[in-house]
C-alpha cells in the first residue's frame, strides 16, 4: 500500500531564501509524481508534474526531482517570496491504478 | 471561466440530514473524481467517474452516493450527515482515466453540528 510522507510539515522562512520541501514514498512503482500547491480556500494548483521516466522538471523558480529507487522527490523554491506562501502537497500515482494518493502536506510561509 | 465547479462553497447543516454537493466541469473532460480533506489536511480520494461509469470506489460509507448525470457533472449524495463528514469535498477531472493530469475544483466546506 503506498503511503507518501511530508516533511517538514510547516515552514517559516525570510523572503529571498532557497528551500527545499521534501516528500518520500513506499511503493517505487510510480506512474508519476505531481507537486500541488493550495491556497486558503481554494483548490489545487499543479506545479509539476514528473513522469516516472524523469528525474526533474523545471518550471520558473520550480525545480522538483525525482528519486525513484529511493522513494523520494525535492521541491526547491529559489528566492522565495511571501506569494509562495501556502501548502504544498506531493501526490503519487501507482502504476496500475488511476488514483494519487496524496501527502499531508508542508506549509510554507515566506515573510517579508 | 472556471474549469471546475462546485456548489455550494460552504454546507452547515446538522447530524441526520441528507445533503448534496454539485460538481460541474466545463473541460470536455472524461473522468471525474471526488476527494475528502479532513480536518488534518490530508486529501483522499473517495470515487471517479469516467464517462458516467463507476472506476474508483474508495472504502467509504454507503451513505455516500455518487452520481454522474452525463459526464461532465459529477454530483455527491450524503445521507443520514454525521460529525465526522466535516471535512473539505474537492471536486476534480481528467481528459481520460490514464490521463493523471488532474483539474482541482476550489472545495466545498461541509461543517456537520
Redesign the interface.
Known amino acids: 500500500k503506498q503511503e507518501v510522507t511530508q516533511i517538514p510539515a510547516a515552514l517559516s522562512v525570510p523572503e529571498g531564501e532557497n528551500l527545499v520541501l521534501n516528500c518520500s514514498f513506499t511503493d517505487s512503482a510510480i ?2 509524481l ?1 507537486w ?1 500547491r493550495q491556497d486558503p ?6 506545479l509539476l ?1 514528473i513522469q516516472s521516466s524523469q528525474r526533474e522538471q523545471t518550471s520558473g523558480r520550480l525545480n522538483a526531482s525525482l528519486d525513484k529507487s529511493s522513494g523520494r522527490s525535492t521541491l526547491y523554491i529559489a528566492a522565495s517570496q511571501p506569494g509562495d506562501s501556502a ?1 504544498y ?1 506531493c ?1 503519487v ?1 501507482t502504476s496500475g491504478t ?3 494518493i ?1 501527502g ?2 508542508t506549509r510554507l510561509k515566506v515573510l517579508a | 471561466d472556471t474549469a471546475v465547479s462546485q456548489t455550494p462553497k460552504y454546507l452547515v447543516t446538522q447530524m441526520g440530514n441528507d445533503k448534496s454537493i454539485k460538481c460541474e466541469q466545463n473541460l470536455g473532460h472524461d473522468t471525474m473524481y471526488w476527494y475528502k480533506q479532513d480536518s488534518k489536511k490530508f486529501l483522499k480520494i473517495m470515487f471517479s467517474y469516467n464517462n458516467k461509469e463507476l472506476i474508483i470506489n474508495e472504502t467509504v460509507p454507503n451513505r455516500f452516493s455518487p452520481k454522474s448525470p452525463d459526464k461532465a457533472h459529477l454530483n455527491l449524495h450524503i445521507n443520514s450527515l454525521e460529525l465526522g463528514d466535516s471535512a473539505v469535498y474537492f471536486c476534480a477531472s481528467s481528459q481520460s482515466r490514464n490521463s493523471y493530469e488532474q483539474y482541482f475544483g476550489p472545495g466545498t466546506r461541509l461543517t456537520v453540528t
Open positions: 506512474y508519476n505531481q500541488f480556500g481554494k483548490g489545487l494548483t499543479s508534474l501548502t502537497l501526490a500515482a488511476y488514483k494519487y496524496f499531508t502536506g
